[in-house]
T-cell receptor, first 117, second 118 residues
Framework: AQKITQTQPGMFVQEKEAVTLDCTYD???????LFWYKQPSSGEMIFLIY??????QNATEGRYSLNFQKARKSANLVISASQLGDSAMYFC??????????????FGTGTRLTVIP | SAVISQKPSRDICQRGTSLTIQCQVD?????MFWYRQQPGQSLTLIAT?????????ESGFVIDKFPISRPNLTFSTLTVSNMSPEDSSIYLC???????????????FGAGSRLTVL
């Protein structure tokens, strides 16, 4: 089974509107972390936001918030007041267990967001 | 947060040649990670580079094809050997760093090296 599932290959949003990018995950480990990254056309991977499995509140970072629904195993990214510069690929990722290293970090297939002026 | 410098940022290479990608971090780190991102795909971990020991490769990646050096705690190189068009990808180096703001270790990436093999 896929560890991370992003079901939206592409999304469009009007400038200044909010958009939700979906992410579901699959793990039996009670300790895990969820990450969202942005990848502009330049190719760099930019970390946006983190949510720990034991965090009681949804993470927020500026215009980004993470809608964490633990029972549903979903960690959707909400971008408010979209800007043209938000047009990029967005990757959801999960780290299982120990909170270091990379071989326990799983990436989704990404969602391409296009912001329309 | 750490600054990760990666070069080249892009290159066009001929089939059968090799190219070395460099990754410099502005702080000392125990592990550095190399990823490949093929066109339209997600990221795949190639290997973990530890200073003073051989790199640990993930399934499907071998040292002969992707030799890695880690001469010190701030620098690593990845070589893509005997390239074919299938090696056309973005190669990214990354380090795992504590983020006080997030309260967790976060994988931080270099800007990536976009290779096109003709």
């Amino acid at each position: 089974a896929q560890k991370i599932t992003q079901t939206q290959p592409g999304m469009f949003v009007q400038e200044k509107e909010a958009v939700t990018l979906d992410c579901t995950y699959d793990t039996s480990d009670p300790s895990y972390g969820l990450f969202w990254y942005k990848q502009p056309s330049s190719g760099e991977m930019i970390f946006l936001i983190y949510q720990g499995s034991y965090d009681q509140q949804n993470a927020t970072e500026g215009r980004y918030s993470l809608n964490f629904q633990k029972a549903r195993k979903s960690a959707n990214l909400v971008i408010s007041a979209s800007q043209l510069g938000d047009s990029a690929m967005y990757f959801c990722a999960m780290r299982e267990g120990d909170q270091t290293g990379a071989n326990n970090l799983f990436f989704g297939t990404g969602t391409r967001l296009t912001v329309i002026p | 947060s750490a600054v990760i410098s990666q070069k080249p940022s892009r290159d066009i290479c001929q089939r059968g040649t090799s190219l070395t990608i460099q990754c410099q971090v502005d702080s000392q780190v125990t592990m550095m990670f190399w990823y490949r991102q093929q066109p339209g795909q997600s990221l795949t971990l190639i290997a973990t580079a530890n200073q003073g020991s051989e790199a640990t490769y993930e399934s499907g990646f071998v040292i002969d094809k992707f030799p890695i050096s880690r001469p010190n705690l701030t620098f690593s190189t990845l070589t893509v050997s005997n390239m074919s068009p299938e090696d056309s990808s973005i190669y990214l180096c990354s380090v795992d760093l504590w983020s006080p703001n997030s309260g967790a270790n976060v994988l931080t990436f270099g800007a990536g090296s976009r290779l096109t093999v003709l």
